[in-house]
Structures are given as structure tokens and as C-alpha cells.
């Protein structure tokens, strides 16, 4: 036996619609959230591009000041002369020499050289001593004064005298110092 069709009542079409009106709203409420927060993210995401592009936009402008300062800044590193020049041979020996040169010329009596182990991690480098020895005041003096004008100079790190003799006249110094000097073994 075949069940029988039951006869469906059509809906009251008030009710009809006002469900459809009630899902589309619940539909508009859930996707307008969404939407907004969509525009909100993309309003943040343009003003960051905005940023972005402002700060582009000065850095075009000023291209040729910076084209400029950088092949200015390229010719003065090739107008440096360096003290210690590595295709002389070794820098550290080389440093070692013309300290002892300095204090001959000058009258100083070198008792201790030390130079400490160069890091060469970058292609420049500064080169330290330290320095014990014997002179006069005056031998200090002329030291100082010649190690003063070289280019580029041999910077006086620290200065020690210490007198040999209570005697006022006595003018024998024992002397300790330390000197950097600027190398570039890339050269």
C-alpha cells in the first residue's frame, strides 16, 4: 500500500517574508562585522603604503645629494694616505719599525716593544703599541712633537713619566706609552 500524499498548507506569506527578512538580516549583521573589519584593516594596510611611499619619495628627491655625498665620500677614502701601508709588507712590523725610527731620531732609549694581536675582522684596523723606555723630558718632547704631524697621525693613547732620580736636575725619565695608528689591509 502506498501512503497517501498529504496536502501541505502554503505559509502565510507575512510570515514568509517575514522570515526571509529576518535571515537576510542575521545574514547583513554576520557579514557587515566581517566587512568592516575587512575595510578597517585595508584603511591601516593603504596608510602604512602611504608612509611607505612618502618616505620613497624623499629618498628619490634627495637621490642626487646622496649620489653626490657618496662619490665625494668615495674620493676622500682614496685621498687617504695610510701610515702603516700593508703592501709594504707586514703592518705590524712596519708599525714596529717607525716607532723605533721615532724614538732613535728623537733620542729615546727603547727598553720594551709590545704590540698586541691584531683582530682583522674589518678591513680597517688600528694598530696599538706599547712602549717602555728611558729619555729627557726634551727627547719626550720632540717625540710627541714629530709623532704630532704625521699624516695621518699616530694618536697618543696614554703617557707615563716617572723620574729615575730625586735629583731636580736630573732630567732622565722613565717613559711608558701606547700609540694607535690606522691601517687598511684591503689595499
Known sequence: MMPVRQKIKPMNPFTAWGLLGLVLFA??????????????????????????????QSLIARANLIEEALTKAKLDRQKIKYLIDPRKGNPIAVYQSLIRKLAKDNGLQLTKIQIPKVNKQSHLQMLS?????????????????????LTPLIRIDSLELISLSRDPYNTRLNISLKATALTDHKR
Open 27 to 56: 545574514i547583513w549583521l554576520g557579514g557587515y562585522q566581517t566587512v568592516a573589519q575587512y575595510a578597517s584593516q585595508q584603511k591601516d594596510y593603504l596608510s602604512q603604503i602611504q608612509i611607505l611611499i612618502q618616505k620613497q
Open 129 to 149: 703599541i706599547k712602549v717602555d723606555g728611558i729619555a729627557s723630558i726634551e727627547n719626550v718632547r720632540d717625540f710627541l712633537k714629530k709623532t704630532a704631524v
